[in-house]
C-alpha cells in the first residue's frame, strides 16, 4: 500500500508533530508532504522520513517569516501531486487537510484544529486592537478568502478524526461533516514521579496570546509565588516586562529538562483555551496537579475535586481573580492530590493506545473503500 503523510509544516515537535512521529512509525515507508521543513528541528523519526516541500521551503528567511504567507499555503498545499496512492493521511491544524488526492485515492485527515486564525480566534491573532486601521482591512479580506477555501476544501476529506470532542463541535460547525475521536499520544516512558518536589509552578507554552501566560503573570504576580516558564514566542519580550521577580523565563527545554522540570513542580498552570492540550497531560504523567481554564480540552483530560483521585483544579472564568483563587484553592489542600493516581489517569494517553486506535480507524475505512469499489465495479457490470 502505498501511502503519503501531509502536515503543515515541520518546525519542531509539539502536539501535532507527536502525532505525526506515530504516523511515520505506522507508515515508516510513507512519503512526507510538507509546506517548510527546518531540518533537525523534528524528532529522528520524522527527519528520517521522505520529506517533500512546497515553494514555501525556498523562500527567504522561511523560519522566520513563513506566517506572513499564510495566503499563499492554499496554493502550495494544492500543487502537492497525490494521484498515484492509496491512502493520504493529513494532519491538520492548518491547510494541510486541503490537498488535493486522485479520485479513487482515500483520505483520512487527522485534525487538530480547524485554522484557528481564521475562525474563533481570529481576534486573538488579528483584532483591532493588535494590528493598525490598514493591515485590519487587508487581513479581512485575506480571512474572507481562507475561510471559503477552508469549508470548500473539506470536500476532498473522505472522513474526519479529531483530537478531541472539542474539536469535533468545530467541525461540524465550520466544515458541517461529522468527525470521530482519536486523542493525541502522551510518551509515557519521557515522564516519571519524582520523590521530592520543589517550591515552583511551571507553564509550558509558546509564547502568544491567545495563551493567556499574561493572565498567569499577573495572577502569580499578586500572589508571590514563583513560577517558572518554559518556552519563546512573539510575545516574551512583553511578558519579560509584566513577570515580577519570582517569575523565571526558561527558554524551549531539552527532553531531559522538561521532564525534570515537570516531575518537580508544585502544580502545572494552564491557563490558555486549547484545542486538546497535549502539556497538562505531561505534567500528570509526572503526577503533578493541573490548575485550568475550565474550557476546550482541558475538559476532557483533567479531572477536578469533584471527583475521587483528583488531578486537578478548574477556574471557570478567564480573568486574573478567578486564576488567584483556584491557587489559593490548591495551595490549602495540596495532598488531596495523588500522584501514582494522577499518572494511572495520564496512561489512558498512551502512545500504544493512539497507535492501535488510528491503525484500527484506517483498517476499518480502507475495507469499507474495497467493499464501496467492489461494490461500483459489481453496478457497472450489470449495466
Not at 130 to 149: C, E, G, H
Not at 257 to 277: H, Q
Not at 304 to 315: K, R, S, V
Not at 318 to 341: C, G, H, S, Y
Amino acid at each position: 500500500m502505498k501511502v503519503a503523510l501531509i502536515h503543515d509544516w515541520l518546525t519542531g515537535m509539539r502536539g501535532g508533530e507527536k502525532c505525526l512521529e506515530c504516523f511515520c512509525e505506522l507508515f515508516p515507508d510513507a512519503d512526507l508532504y510538507t509546506l517548510l521543513h527546518a531540518k533537525g528541528r523534528c524528532s529522528d523519526t520524522i527527519e528520517r522520513m521522505n520529506i517533500i516541500t512546497s515553494f514555501i521551503d525556498r523562500a527567504p528567511y522561511k523560519e522566520r517569516c513563513y506566517r506572513h504567507m499564510l495566503p499563499l499555503f492554499p496554493v502550495a498545499i494544492e500543487r502537492f501531486i497525490l494521484k498515484d496512492y492509496d491512502l493520504v493521511l493529513s494532519s491538520s491544524h492548518c491547510v494541510a487537510k486541503g490537498v488535493i488526492p486522485g479520485p479513487d485515492v482515500l483520505h483520512v485527515s487527522y485534525v487538530h484544529s480547524p485554522m484557528r486564525y481564521v475562525w474563533d480566534m481570529y481576534g486573538d491573532y488579528f483584532g483591532k486592537d493588535r494590528v493598525n486601521f490598514i493591515m485590519d482591512k487587508v487581513i479581512s479580506f485575506f480571512a474572507t478568502y481562507l475561510r471559503t477555501w477552508d469549508v470548500v476544501s473539506s470536500a476532498r476529506v473522505d472522513h474526519f478524526i479529531a483530537n478531541s470532542n472539542h474539536v469535533v463541535r468545530r467541525i461540524e460547525k465550520y466544515y458541517r461533516r461529522e468527525a470521530s475521536v482519536i486523542y493525541p499520544p502522551v510518551d509515557l516512558d519521557r515522564f516519571r514521579i519524582s520523590d521530592t518536589t520543589d517550591d515552583y509552578y511551571l507553564i509550558v507554552s509558546a509564547l502568544v496570546s491567545y495563551k493567556k501566560v499574561d493572565l498567569a503573570i499577573e495572577a502569580f504576580n499578586q500572589l508571590g509565588l514563583p513560577l517558572k516558564i518554559v518556552g519563546t514566542g512573539p510575545n516574551e519580550a512583553i511578558l519579560r516586562k509584566m513577570a515580577g521577580p519570582t517569575i523565571e523565563f526558561l527558554g524551549w527545554a531539552q527532553d531531559d529538562a522538561l521532564s525534570a522540570l515537570y516531575s518537580r513542580c508544585k502544580a502545572f498552570v494552564f491557563p490558555g483555551e486549547e484545542d486538546f492540550g497535549i502539556t497538562p497531560l505531561e505534567a500528570m504523567a509526572s503526577g503533578r496537579p493541573v490548575i485550568a481554564y475550565a474550557k476546550g480540552g482541558a475538559l476532557e483530560t483533567v479531572r477536578g475535586p469533584e471527583y475521587g483521585n483528583p488531578t486537578g483544579i478548574f477556574f471557570r472564568e478567564q480573568t486574573r481573580e478567578a486564576l488567584v483563587a483556584a491557587i489559593e484553592q490548591f495551595e490549602k489542600n495540596p495532598a488531596l492530590f495523588k500522584p501514582d493516581a494522577i499518572r494511572r489517569h495520564a496512561s489512558g494517553w498512551s502512545r500504544n493506545r493512539f497507535k492501535a486506535e488510528v491503525a484500527g480507524t484506517l483498517e476499518d475505512l480502507l475495507k469499507g473503500q474495497k467493499t464501496k469499489d467492489a461494490g461500483e465495479r459489481s453496478a457497472y457490470g450489470r449495466a
